[in-house]
């Protein structure tokens, strides 16, 4: 089975022989194994967009598929069941047991907001 992944920074646009482009443009990668592989989306792709992958087994048909400007959500935590907001003090899940404290430093994992959220406390 084939299982290759990379910490390259910044990621690569091609593994193993393989490469995803969007609307024509070669994306990042950050792992293949088997069928399977991962890549990252430029933040600027919008609107109608169009995919095809490249690998040694051959080139895909085209995908079209539409990117919405912003769909803001919060990652949530399979474990804690709650949206994933990590506490800087001790590197932890906010949690009932974990609690947000005034002046705490939190990082949130979320899609979609443009990044104005620096400074809020």
């Known amino acids: 089975m084939l ?4 910490r390259q920074i910044p990621l690569p646009t091609s593994i193993a ?3 995803l482009t969007v609307n024509g443009v070669a994306i990042r990668s950050s792992g293949v194994q088997h069928a399977d ?5 430029p933040f600027t792709t919008e609107g109608n967009a169009q995919m095809m992958l490249r690998t040694p087994g051959g080139v895909s ?3 079209n598929f539409s990117i919405l400007p912003t769909a803001p959500s ?8 709650s ?3 990590v506490r800087a003090a001790n590197n932890e899940i906010v949690s009932d047991l ?3 404290r005034q002046g705490d430093e939190l990082t949130i994992f979320a899609t ?3 990044p104005h959220l620096a400074g809020y406390r």
């Open 3 to 6: 299982n290759i992944a990379t």
């Open 17 to 19: 022989e393989s490469c």
């Open 37 to 41: 592989s991962t890549h990252q989306l």
């Open 61 to 63: 048909d085209n995908l």
């Open 74 to 81: 919060v990652f949530r935590s399979a474990s804690a069941g």
């Open 83 to 85: 949206a994933l907001i």
């Open 98 to 100: 974990n609690p947000v």
């Open 112 to 114: 979609g907001p443009r």
